[in-house]
């Protein structure tokens, strides 16, 4: 069962937003959100360490999209997505790591805990 519970996502138009966020059973110090099309290897596009609030994002996300570790939401990450593409298309996964330097690759199988997924479309 897993450790981390996604909310969000959904249908939306070109150009439009939407927020993810994902809340974790227990503490831990790197939190974030991948992305996966059909085809595609699994993309981190963007991570926070929730206690210093560094974060890092893929070229695909850097400006549009913003990762948030608000401090009165205990385990909780929020990812906040402006100017959707339909490119953004995607089942989007929450993801967590016991580790704090993680977030410099954002590589897949440096986190331990997954979400389930969910799903995002962007009409064109």
Do not use: H
């Not at 069962?1 to 969000?8: A, F, K, M, P, R």
């Not at 990812?79 to 704090?100: I, N, V």
């Amino acid at each position: 069962q897993s450790q981390l519970v996604e909310s969000g996502g959904g249908l939306v138009e070109s150009g439009g937003s939407l927020r993810l966020s994902c809340t974790a059973s227990g503490f831990f110090y790197t939190m974030a959100w991948f992305r996966q099309a059909p085809g595609k290897e699994r993309e981190g596009i963007a991570c926070i360490n929730t206690e210093t609030k560094e974060s890092t994002y893929a070229f695909s996300a850097a400006g549009r999209f913003t990762i948030a570790a608000p401090d009165n939401i205990k385990n909780t990450v929020q990812l906040q997505m402006t100017s959707l593409k339909p490119e953004d298309t995607a089942t989007y996964y929450c993801a967590a790591s016991p580790w704090t330097y993680v977030c410099r690759d954002r590589k897949p199988a440096d986190f331990d805990e997954w979400g389930q997924g969910t799903q995002i479309t962007v009409s064109s």
